[in-house]
């Protein structure tokens, strides 16, 4: 049964990075649609990216070119650099895997990302 497990969140000040990673116990990972979505208090679930098996990646209009979706099917690991950090990025960050992509998909337990000065 697949599982996820996410890491690197925390406290930054605004302008600052992160480095999410999420490890994903899954015997189709190279095959699987890979997704970071993120939940605001108050807000609703949004997509922050997503990344195919062939590494193509779409982005959240918000994002603005400040975060990079990668996977490295040889750790199972998706990870999602984000820079230039702003309090609106405050929120708790989900690793999403989809295999086949026409299933709903299974979620991490998430990570906080706080962005305070």
């Not at 929120?91 to 895997?97: L, P, R, T």
């Amino acid at each position: 049964q697949e599982h996820l497990v996410e890491s690197g969140g925390g406290l930054v000040q605004p302008g600052g990075s992160l480095r999410l990673s999420c490890v994903v116990s899954a015997s189709r990972f190279s095959f699987a649609v890979l997704g970071w979505h993120r939940q605001a208090p108050g807000k609703e679930r949004e997509l922050v990216a997503v990344i195919n098996s062939a590494g193509s990646a779409v982005y959240g209009d918000f994002v603005n070119g400040r975060f990079i979706i990668s996977r490295d099917n040889s750790k199972n690991t998706v990870y999602l650099q984000m820079n230039n950090l702003q309090p609106e990025d405050t929120a708790v960050y989900y690793c999403h895997y989809r295999f086949p992509a026409s299933t709903p998909g299974i979620w991490g337990q998430g990570t906080q990302v706080n962005v305070s000065s």
